[in-house]
């Protein structure tokens, strides 16, 4: 029998970074469509009166919204984590055929939750709660997923090599246990056919009522933010920069007090989602502080990943993985100084209910979130395929659009919540409103069009990202892995 | 003393309280790098030396440390 050095397993890796281009492309694409849709209602009706039910924008906006979170970004977290994960505890996959075992039972799951996820919400299953619309077969499901993820965290630590875990791995775990605590409870809910015998099987009713729900719903819809689109994000610049750039983060104390500073306040930032609505005042005021509190331990992270590039700023300009990712970390900052100021109550008067909210979350996840995804996979790519980077013009390329994208969808989004906020508060001496909800739409229609065009722009940076992968996975010259110990190697 | 003041003077106390947590553990880890007992800085490496084949920062087995130094 051959006697093979033990290497590190990437299977289930590679699955997952599958799942992440698909859920990506589908994702962005939806989100695209409903730009369009806000910009020419007439979109709604792209494939005729008879499907109009299946293409109009209430149906699509939940398809958009999770395939982006829960497609996307999760599978990225995942396809980055039984990379990541491994590497840092020094342990490989293959030592342990159990752990190998959960890690495909838990991406085949996955991909059946997905499917079941894309059915339901198509043919209109929503529980109404927002970023938790699956109702209640496929939240058991998710609950399947996610305790097999856990399986796969404890387990692949519980035979590590490296005594001290990375501080990317207590953010894989934070991710884990808060999204746990925050699912389950926000998806407690009573089915009303088996309670009651009464509607669908599919249906049910929230255990909580009224306000109680409302602060449980944005409990859990801010900290999906903070624990889908953050904690594991950092995770991931943690590991991707420094080894990127064969720097060592610049501080791994700061590290770590950014890491509590951030457990400790987000979870208490969500009331800031209901200020001026029935929620008592003191947890308005607390959600508003909270958030304010919220810049250091956000700016902590980033500030630290910008001078882990101290005395290298040059490979920015030569290596766009590094471009991807230190925009990602200058974005953060950006986005996580924009959501303080809109929680301030006297700016939230502004800005609740207008699209300003929507362009701040999408600095976010397309600047942030999705950049840093974009950068993981590029960079696990030649070592998990072998081979190296299909296009590095291409990459530049894709990162350029992209940013203009993102700049053309943030500005938009400003400018156009600025003056919808501006329009419904504004009254003549008698307190009568000086403008009807058609004005704003009318005065908008412009600003929704170069969001949508700031929309496809990222798309086809979207598509281009595809493309090379694929090519990367098929048809690239093929690397030794002792080529790879910092920098990706990639073609012209 | 009615439910409001009691609120306050709560608030007030834990706000302290955590201040002198988040201090304390900023003191922690400058102190314990200081005086030897730990330095956090070389976590750092764990992402950069993560080959199966690369010496663990700090090996969870004693035994392994040491057969591995010997090589």
Redesign the interface.
């Given at each position: 029998m051959e006697n093979r050095?033990?290497?590190?397993d990437y299977t289930v890796a590679k699955w997952f970074m599958i799942a992440t281009i698909v859920l990506g492309v589908v994702g962005m694409l939806v989100g695209v469509i409903l730009a369009w849709q806000l910009a020419f209602p007439g979109v709604n009706l792209m494939l005729g009166e008879g499907l109009a039910e299946y293409t109009n924008f209430s149906r699509l906006r939940p398809l958009h919204t999770d395939a982006v979170t829960y497609g996307f970004t999760v599978s990225g977290i995942m396809a980055t984590w039984y990379y990541v994960g491994q590497?840092?505890l020094?342990v490989?996959m293959a030592e342990s055929p159990f752990l190998m075992f959960i890690g495909k039972l838990q991406f085949i799951l996955y991909i059946v939750v997905v499917a079941a996820v894309v059915v339901s919400l198509l043919l209109g299953f929503t529980q109404s709660k927002e970023y938790a619309e699956f109702e209640w077969p496929i939240d058991i499901g998710v609950v399947v997923v996610w305790v097999l993820w856990g399986v796969s965290i404890f387990g692949l630590s519980g035979i590590?090599?490296?005594?001290?875990l990375?501080?990317?791995i207590w953010y894989y775990i934070a991710a884990f246990l808060a999204v746990a605590m925050l699912y389950l409870f926000n998806n407690m809910s009573v089915p009303t056919y088996f309670v009651a015998g009464v509607g669908s099987v599919m249906h049910s009713v929230s255990m909580y009522s009224g306000t109680n729900d409302a602060l449980v719903q944005w409990w859990f819809g801010h900290n999906a933010v903070a624990f889908v689109f953050t904690t594991p994000i950092v995770a991931m610049i943690?590991?991707f920069l420094?080894?990127e750039s064969?720097q060592?983060?610049y501080?791994?104390?700061l590290s770590?007090?950014s890491f509590?500073?951030l457990m400790?306040v987000y979870l208490w930032a969500g009331g800031h989602h209901l200020v001026y609505s029935t929620v008592p005042d003191w947890m308005q005021t607390m959600g508003s502080v909270f958030s304010v509190v919220l810049i250091l331990p956000s700016w902590g992270s980033a500030i630290n990943m910008l001078l882990t590039m101290k005395g290298e700023w040059n490979q920015v300009a030569s290596n766009p993985l590094i471009k991807f990712m230190v925009l990602a970390s200058t974005f953060y900052m950006f986005s996580t100084l924009e959501g303080p100021i809109q929680a301030i109550k006297s700016v939230n008067a502004l800005a609740h209910f207008t699209d300003w909210i929507v362009g701040h979350v999408h600095d976010g996840v397309l600047g942030w979130v999705a950049f840093m995804i974009f950068a993981a996979l590029f960079h696990m790519a030649p070592r998990v395929f072998k081979r190296e980077i299909y296009s590095k013009s291409l990459m530049n390329t894709q990162f350029w659009i992209q940013t203009l994208g993102v700049v053309l969808y943030f500005t938009s989004m400003w400018i156009a919540g600025i003056t919808q906020g501006m329009m419904w508060r504004a009254h003549d001496e008698f307190g009568n409103l000086a403008y009807s909800f058609i004005d704003t739409v009318t005065v908008l229609h412009p600003y929704y069009t170069i969001r949508a065009v700031g929309g496809t722009l990222y798309l086809i940076g979207v598509f281009m990202f595809a493309y090379n992968m694929f090519m990367t996975m098929t048809a690239a010259k093929r690397v030794e892995e002792s080529q790879m110990q910092n920098t990706s190697p990639m073609g012209a | 003393m009615d439910i409001g003041q009691i609120q306050a003077y709560a608030y007030f106390g834990f706000t302290a309280f955590l201040v002198m947590v988040l201090y304390g553990y900023i003191y922690h880890l400058y102190s314990s790098e200081k005086k030897g007992t730990r330095d956090y800085e070389k976590y750092a490496n764990i992402a950069l030396d993560d080959e199966l084949t690369d010496k663990p920062v700090e090996s969870v087995s004693k035994k392994d440390e040491t057969k591995k130094e010997e090589v």
């Amino acid at each position: 029998m051959e006697n093979r050095p033990l290497e590190y397993d990437y299977t289930v890796a590679k699955w997952f970074m599958i799942a992440t281009i698909v859920l990506g492309v589908v994702g962005m694409l939806v989100g695209v469509i409903l730009a369009w849709q806000l910009a020419f209602p007439g979109v709604n009706l792209m494939l005729g009166e008879g499907l109009a039910e299946y293409t109009n924008f209430s149906r699509l906006r939940p398809l958009h919204t999770d395939a982006v979170t829960y497609g996307f970004t999760v599978s990225g977290i995942m396809a980055t984590w039984y990379y990541v994960g491994q590497r840092v505890l020094k342990v490989s996959m293959a030592e342990s055929p159990f752990l190998m075992f959960i890690g495909k039972l838990q991406f085949i799951l996955y991909i059946v939750v997905v499917a079941a996820v894309v059915v339901s919400l198509l043919l209109g299953f929503t529980q109404s709660k927002e970023y938790a619309e699956f109702e209640w077969p496929i939240d058991i499901g998710v609950v399947v997923v996610w305790v097999l993820w856990g399986v796969s965290i404890f387990g692949l630590s519980g035979i590590r090599r490296e005594k001290s875990l990375y501080i990317s791995i207590w953010y894989y775990i934070a991710a884990f246990l808060a999204v746990a605590m925050l699912y389950l409870f926000n998806n407690m809910s009573v089915p009303t056919y088996f309670v009651a015998g009464v509607g669908s099987v599919m249906h049910s009713v929230s255990m909580y009522s009224g306000t109680n729900d409302a602060l449980v719903q944005w409990w859990f819809g801010h900290n999906a933010v903070a624990f889908v689109f953050t904690t594991p994000i950092v995770a991931m610049i943690y590991y991707f920069l420094p080894k990127e750039s064969g720097q060592a983060v610049y501080s791994y104390k700061l590290s770590l007090l950014s890491f509590w500073g951030l457990m400790f306040v987000y979870l208490w930032a969500g009331g800031h989602h209901l200020v001026y609505s029935t929620v008592p005042d003191w947890m308005q005021t607390m959600g508003s502080v909270f958030s304010v509190v919220l810049i250091l331990p956000s700016w902590g992270s980033a500030i630290n990943m910008l001078l882990t590039m101290k005395g290298e700023w040059n490979q920015v300009a030569s290596n766009p993985l590094i471009k991807f990712m230190v925009l990602a970390s200058t974005f953060y900052m950006f986005s996580t100084l924009e959501g303080p100021i809109q929680a301030i109550k006297s700016v939230n008067a502004l800005a609740h209910f207008t699209d300003w909210i929507v362009g701040h979350v999408h600095d976010g996840v397309l600047g942030w979130v999705a950049f840093m995804i974009f950068a993981a996979l590029f960079h696990m790519a030649p070592r998990v395929f072998k081979r190296e980077i299909y296009s590095k013009s291409l990459m530049n390329t894709q990162f350029w659009i992209q940013t203009l994208g993102v700049v053309l969808y943030f500005t938009s989004m400003w400018i156009a919540g600025i003056t919808q906020g501006m329009m419904w508060r504004a009254h003549d001496e008698f307190g009568n409103l000086a403008y009807s909800f058609i004005d704003t739409v009318t005065v908008l229609h412009p600003y929704y069009t170069i969001r949508a065009v700031g929309g496809t722009l990222y798309l086809i940076g979207v598509f281009m990202f595809a493309y090379n992968m694929f090519m990367t996975m098929t048809a690239a010259k093929r690397v030794e892995e002792s080529q790879m110990q910092n920098t990706s190697p990639m073609g012209a | 003393m009615d439910i409001g003041q009691i609120q306050a003077y709560a608030y007030f106390g834990f706000t302290a309280f955590l201040v002198m947590v988040l201090y304390g553990y900023i003191y922690h880890l400058y102190s314990s790098e200081k005086k030897g007992t730990r330095d956090y800085e070389k976590y750092a490496n764990i992402a950069l030396d993560d080959e199966l084949t690369d010496k663990p920062v700090e090996s969870v087995s004693k035994k392994d440390e040491t057969k591995k130094e010997e090589v």
